[in-house]
């Protein structure tokens, strides 16, 4: 239960609440959807259960696992990427946490309530515009970060999820019952439900791709970490199923909250990454109990982001702690200093954000997704492969299942990706 909560709070993130619902609105709505879930069976749940297999198997950090099944390899690159990436992603990944405190902050002292669209879309650009501020609420949640990560794993980062966890899955439908009876409620719905098969082409089976990696946490090694506190009677298949159902579900109940109150007060459905910032605070402002709604949904992106970033942070925890002998608390305290101070450019200039993301979610994320790909599916002997799954897991037939996906169709989607950045596709 803890692991299965652990995984999922490493999932369920930023990417769910925040770029979930805003990408479903600019791909004609149910039928990104559908696209999505396709994307998440086919790639999504193969490439986790990868993860989770090379980490149980060898109950090392990403490094260390690499390391020990094939020694002396170039294969422990792939390792050294993972450890790399989690400094990329929780850099910038912290900023845009820090926004969200600074959010919850303002819904605190009722900065919403009767505002103007005007005034509260200028609450967004002052604090874009204030280095200082920015930079105060990173900091504030790599303190959090690192206080979590440097309790150990089972003290820290399974209890803080095994709080923040269900708290965001009840602030979520208390949310939802919310905005089910706002005006916008049935075009919400409709927006979400009606599919507008048009809108999807290559690009939108892309986005698909790259958000369901993105969204699973995968391609970087951070599910092989978590991977490595199990034992050999778990059934990895279970888990990898329920972390991706409860990821997917977040994160279409999101659209289901968001989508409402978005359409009550006639903005725009396809307002972008600014949708959670500007736009929905202008319903806030509005609603009945708004400053109650606020502060809930506020909350719930806080813990969203603060249980993604405890699975980043102990990434590279793990290889300093293991690898390195470093003690726990030096190795996140340390750590910590040095991510704070990478995301300070990130605070400073929003385009080194959107660069450094850029770099994360088109670069790193897809090397390593398709390193672990073929390294799992192709280098992985079929009998140490079949060994490790069907430890905790019997089907045979799953298991023909998911070498098929994850030595063909993993990484021709993960290469498909790469070639469409490069224009070629
Ligand atoms: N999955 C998280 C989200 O949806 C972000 C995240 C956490 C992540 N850990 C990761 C992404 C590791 C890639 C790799 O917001």
Redesign the pocket.
């Known amino acids: 239960m803890g692991f299965i909560l652990a995984s999922m709070g490493?999932?369920?993130?930023?990417?769910?609440v925040?770029?979930f619902p805003y990408i479903t609105g600019q791909y004609g709505g149910a039928a990104f959807i559908l696209l999505y879930i396709g994307c998440a069976l086919a790639v999504g749940i193969p490439l986790l259960l990868a993860e989770f297999l090379i980490g149980r198997k060898t109950q090392r950090n990403p490094v260390g696992a690499f390391k020990t099944l094939r020694p002396r390899s170039p294969w422990v690159f792939t390792g050294w990427l993972g450890v790399i990436?989690?400094f990329v992603?929780l850099s910038y990944?912290a900023v845009v946490g820090g926004w969200v405190l600074h959010y919850v902050y303002l819904s605190l002292i009722d900065s919403f309530t009767g505002k103007s669209p005007e005034q509260i879309t200028a609450l967004f650009v002052s604090m874009n515009a204030n280095p200082w501020l920015q930079i105060f609420w990173l900091l504030m949640l790599m303190l959090l970060t690192v206080v979590i990560v440097s309790r150990g794993v089972s003290r820290g980062i399974e209890i803080g999820n095994k709080i923040m966890m269900p708290l965001l899955f009840a602030l979520l439908l208390v949310l939802l019952f919310y905005a089910l009876q706002t005006d916008g409620a049935a075009a919400g719905l409709e927006f979400l439900l009606r599919p507008q098969w048009q809108e999807l082409g290559r690009s939108a089976v892309l986005e698909a791709l790259g958000q369901a990696?993105?969204?699973?946490?995968?391609?970087?090694g951070?599910?092989i970490t978590y991977g490595s506190y199990l034992s050999r009677q778990t059934n990895l298949v279970r888990c990898a199923f329920f972390v991706a159902a409860g990821?997917t579900l977040v994160a279409i109940l999101a659209g289901f909250v968001v989508f409402p109150l978005v359409f009550s007060f006639g903005l725009e459905p396809s307002a972008g990454p600014g949708l959670i910032f500007r736009t929905l605070p202008i319903a806030f402002a509005q609603l009945p109990a708004g400053y109650w709604v606020a502060l809930a949904f506020f909350v719930l992106l806080s813990f969203?982001?603060l249980t993604?970033?405890l699975?980043?942070l102990e990434?590279a925890c793990a290889y300093f702690v293991d690898e390195q002998r470093w003690s726990r608390t030096q190795a996140t305290w340390t750590l910590g200093i040095v991510i704070f101070l990478l995301g300070i450019p990130s605070a400073v200039g929003a385009e080194f954000l959107g660069f450094m993301d850029g770099l994360?979610?088109n670069y790193l994320?897809p090397t390593g997704a398709l390193l672990i790909a073929v390294f799992t599916g192709w280098v992985l002997m079929p009998a140490e492969r079949r060994e490790e799954f069907s430890a905790g897991e019997g089907s045979v037939f799953r298991f023909a299942c998911w070498s098929f996906l994850i030595r063909f169709i993993s990484p021709v989607a993960v290469i498909l990706i790469f070639l469409h950045q490069l224009h070629w596709f």
């Open positions: 490493s999932a369920v993130g930023l990417g769910n925040w770029r990436s989690s992603i990944y990696l993105f969204s699973l946490s995968l391609g970087m951070a599910m990821d969203a982001a993604s970033s699975s980043l990434v994360a979610t994320l």
